[in-house]
C-alpha cells in the first residue's frame, strides 16, 4: 500500500465513523424539532384574479380590444390621431397604406395576449403571405422590437428567422405551431423590457418568452437590440413604451387582446 491509496484508506474509515456517529444524531434532530410548517409560507398572499377565458380577459387586465371600438389605439405616425384600421365582426384589420397602430398607453414589462389572422386568400410568397407584426416596445417610427406575423403553414418559402413567432431576424421559433391562414392564432407573450444607465449604455437587455398556440416557442430568449431589416440590431436608450401592430400591407386581423402590466 503506496502512501497515497494509504491515505484514501484512512480518509474513507474516518468518513465512515464520522457517519456512524452522526447520522442518528442527525436522523434525531430533524425528527425532534423541525415541523413541516417550518418551512411553509403564508403571506403575504398573491393577489386574486379572476382568469381568463378563451373570449374574456383576466379581471386585472387592461383591455386592448374587445371587439368593439379602437379607442386604445392610435396612430403611430402621429399618435394625436386615432388608429384607421377597420373594425368589422368582433375584429379589427389592417388598412393597408394607413399605416402602423399603437397603443395609447405605455408599458415596461408585461404579459399581453392578442389572437391574429392571416388572410385565407394568399397569393404571395415568403414575406408577402399575410405580414404584420407586434412590436412589443414601439420606439419610434418604424424601430422596436418585432415579434413576427406571417402566414406560416408554408414555412419553408421564408427564411427561418423571418417566419411567425421569430423575433425577427434575431431568435427562430423553437417549433413551428402555426394554423392555417384564415384561422385565428393566439401569441401569449412575456415581454421585459431592456433597462439602461445613466449614460444611455445597456444594463441588461429585453427578454421574451412566448407562446403560440400555446406552443412554447420563445423561451426566455435575450434580444440584441431593436429590430433591423437590414443591419445588425443594437440599442438605443428608451422607458415605458407603446405598443404597436405594423401595417405590411396586407389585411392581417387581430381581436382579443389584453396586457397585464408586471410593475
Ligand atoms: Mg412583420
Keep these: 500500500m503506496n502512501a497515497r491509496t494509504r491515505a484514501a484508506v484512512m480518509s474513507g474509515l474516518m468518513m465512515l465513523a464520522w457517519t456512524a456517529h452522526a447520522a442518528p444524531q442527525a436522523a434525531t434532530q430533524t425528527a425532534t424539532q423541525a415541523k413541516p410548517e417550518d418551512t411553509e409560507v403564508w403571506k403575504p398572499e398573491p393577489r386574486r384574479v379572476t382568469p381568463a377565458l378563451p373570449t374574456r380577459a383576466p379581471s386585472d387586465a387592461i383591455v386592448l380590444f374587445d371587439g368593439k371600438g379602437l379607442g386604445e389605439w392610435v396612430s403611430a405616425a402621429a399618435p394625436d390621431k386615432p388608429a384607421a384600421w377597420t373594425v368589422a365582426d368582433g375584429a379589427f384589420s389592417v388598412r393597408a397604406g394607413?399605416?402602423?397602430?399603437?397603443?395609447?398607453?405605455?408599458?415596461?414589462?408585461?404579459?399581453?395576449?392578442?389572437?391574429?389572422?392571416?388572410?385565407?386568400?394568399?397569393?404571395?410568397?415568403?414575406?408577402?403571405?399575410?405580414?404584420?407584426?407586434?412590436?412589443?416596445?414601439?420606439?419610434?417610427?418604424?424601430?422596436?422590437?418585432?415579434?413576427?406575423?406571417?402566414?406560416?403553414?408554408?414555412?419553408?418559402?421564408?427564411?427561418?428567422?423571418?417566419?411567425?413567432?421569430?423575433?425577427?431576424?434575431?431568435?427562430?421559433?423553437?417549433?413551428?405551431?402555426?394554423?392555417?391562414?384564415?384561422?385565428?392564432?393566439?401569441?401569449?407573450?412575456?415581454?421585459?423590457?431592456?433597462?439602461f444607465k445613466a449614460d444611455g449604455s445597456l444594463q441588461s437587455p429585453a427578454y421574451v418568452t412566448a407562446l403560440h398556440n400555446g406552443v412554447l416557442v420563445q423561451h426566455h430568449v435575450a434580444l440584441r437590440g431593436e429590430t433591423m431589416y437590414i443591419g445588425l440590431p443594437s440599442y438605443r436608450k428608451h422607458g415605458p413604451a407603446p405598443i404597436r401592430l405594423q401595417d405590411h400591407g396586407d389585411p392581417v386581423s387581430f381581436r382579443n387582446i389584453w396586457v397585464r402590466p408586471l410593475n
Excluded at 397602430?101 to 415568403?126: C, K, M, N, V
Excluded at 412590436?135 to 418559402?157: K, P, R
Excluded at 431568435?171 to 415581454?191: F, M, R, S, T
Aim: net charge negative; charged share 20%; with cysteine.
Design 98 to 195: 394607413s399605416g402602423d397602430i399603437e397603443t395609447r398607453r405605455a408599458f415596461l414589462d408585461y404579459q399581453l395576449h392578442l389572437e391574429w389572422r392571416a388572410p385565407s386568400t394568399l397569393r404571395g410568397r415568403g414575406q408577402e403571405r399575410g405580414n404584420s407584426g407586434v412590436f412589443l416596445a414601439s420606439t419610434g417610427m418604424g424601430t422596436g422590437y418585432e415579434i413576427q406575423v406571417l402566414d406560416c403553414a408554408e414555412h419553408t418559402s421564408t427564411y427561418a428567422n423571418g417566419q411567425a413567432a421569430s423575433l425577427y431576424k434575431q431568435h427562430i421559433p423553437l417549433v413551428n405551431a402555426c394554423a392555417a391562414p384564415g384561422e385565428w392564432q393566439a401569441y401569449d407573450i412575456i415581454w421585459t423590457a431592456p433597462r
